[in-house]
């Protein structure tokens, strides 16, 4: 009983009759914290997700939720509540009804559950589409409505399955502020599962890595990706060149790495394979003599002043202390 | 110049010839279909003094007042009556045992493909020799044909296999992911069923509903050997088909397809008028 945190996973696993989709996976999550559970298609995030949610059984393994074991719990006494990648909105109900459901689920008569379905959509600033069926809705709209749904459960723990993928770009940035806001005022616990590192690091108090059904790495964004533990998370954050050291693999964050000539420091030699611009840095990929590619993001200023084209000879430099050393495989 | 303009103003300039060709194939079937059927229609309105072939002699209802005259078919309104009271249980059953069979069939079990294969293969036993199959049963077990025993379990194996195909598709198209989302907000099971899966499967229940009933209203094969002494509708008309030559029999036809399409008529109107509340209820307020 440990109510420092509101999430703790025990060696929790999932198999499937020829698979292992969670592997020993053991995590806490502190109270009041935004999580992002990180990693490339079948890592094993959704379904760690789902298994928290109790959509999924466990085939091993504790779930706690601020202290108490859950593992076998039917969602709704687990203090948890979904947002459905899709929305999962019911097409035959409105938006009214919708964010009502729970409540009428639990016999809560029909003025008072309207009065505070009225309220959990002012929440979200849709009280104006309280009559409107979910097919009459934008994107954004039903993922507000599906919101103050899970919300008006009074979850301890909100469950979120890549909430941003069905939106466009620019919505997708504002929706992530509006979210990690909404996780500060109510002071629960978020988990978020997404593919994008972008998201996670911009959002997540307490990022996991994910991979082949474990986890990686897990800890504050700033911390994964200064002191990545292995070749894959650094790869996987992006950023970093993977390099070979003396020890074993290192990583050298891009943005650490210049133009320069060979000289006594650690540097490597080879032909200019693309230039991106990219604003206020200029990513320059390099194809060195092993067939690897490597890259650098250099400022613009410092790139325009020698532009180098692709098929041009390069040299890439970075001092001792930006090597970090990777645990090898 | 301008040569070019008519080619893009208007799906009318130059069409293939393919399209007269198919054109002309299609207003045939359509005469194919419909023509025979407007002859009957025709010439249930014939006069008192014509026949059964044209010309028309006058025209008058007197072959439909026939039809109610006690002496001449007083078995018809009957039979009528019959066949719907019949169709509505059938249809009612299907529907009950449909859904829940086409809603467990998503979860594999074993003997599920066993059962799936059962359920199916009596639509392609012959029709005529399932009905006399089950006539046969009742005779040798000792009990008497009747509407609602023998000639509704024939209807059944007719009807069931449409319904759980139908319900198949039905389901297939149905995202699982509203049931969890009912889970996540506390639905019990029954909640569940009651106030997300139904609803959503709604118009393909309607459809099933629909399909059974007229399956069922107009079915012969089945029902002729299992009916014993009482006829549906079907039985009935084939019976004055064989017996009577008059334009009587055209105006029964006139009769069961109106009767048909009011069916269809007050089903739609339902559904529509469904539709309008829902969509009010989403307006209003």
Known sequence: MDARFDVELVSVTKRYANATAVDDVSLRIPRASYCCLLGPSGCGKTTTLRMIAGHEAVTDGDILIRGANVTVAPPIRRGTAMMFQSYALFPHLNCLDNVAFSLKMRGIGKAERNRKAHAFLALMHMEGFAQRLPAQLSGGQQQRVALARALITQPRVLLLDEPLSALDPFLRIKVREELKRLQRELAITFIHVTHSQDEAMAMADLMVVMEDGRIRQAGPPREVFEQP??????RFIGGHNVLSGDRGPIAVRADRCRLGTPGDGPHLSGRVAAVEYQGGVVRVALAI???????ALVPDATFYRAPLEPGDPATFVWSEQDVHVLQSA | MLAGSGRISGPSADRPWTFYALATLFGAWLLFLYGPMAVIYVLSFQ???GGVTFPMVGTSLTWFRDIFRPEQM??????FLRSIELAAVVSILTVIISVSAGLGFRRRFPGS?????????????????VGFGIGLGFQVLGLPHGLFTSALGAQLTWTLPFGLFTMFAVVNRFNRTYEEAANDLGASPWQRLRYVTLPILMPGIIGIAMGAFTLSYDEYARTTLTIGTRNTLPLEIYALISSATSPTLFAIGTMTTAVSFLLIGITLAVVLRMQRKRRQLAGEQ
């Open chain 1, 229 to 234: 533990t292995s070749a894959f998370v650094a």
């Open chain 2, 113 to 129: 493909g066993v059962l799936f294969y059962l359920a199916v293969a009596s639509l392609v036993m012959p029709s005529l020799l």
């Open chain 2, 47 to 49: 006069g008192p003094n």
């Open chain 1, 289 to 295: 003599d092993d067939g690897d590619e490597i890259s």
């Open chain 2, 74 to 79: 007083a078995n018809l309104p009957a039979a």
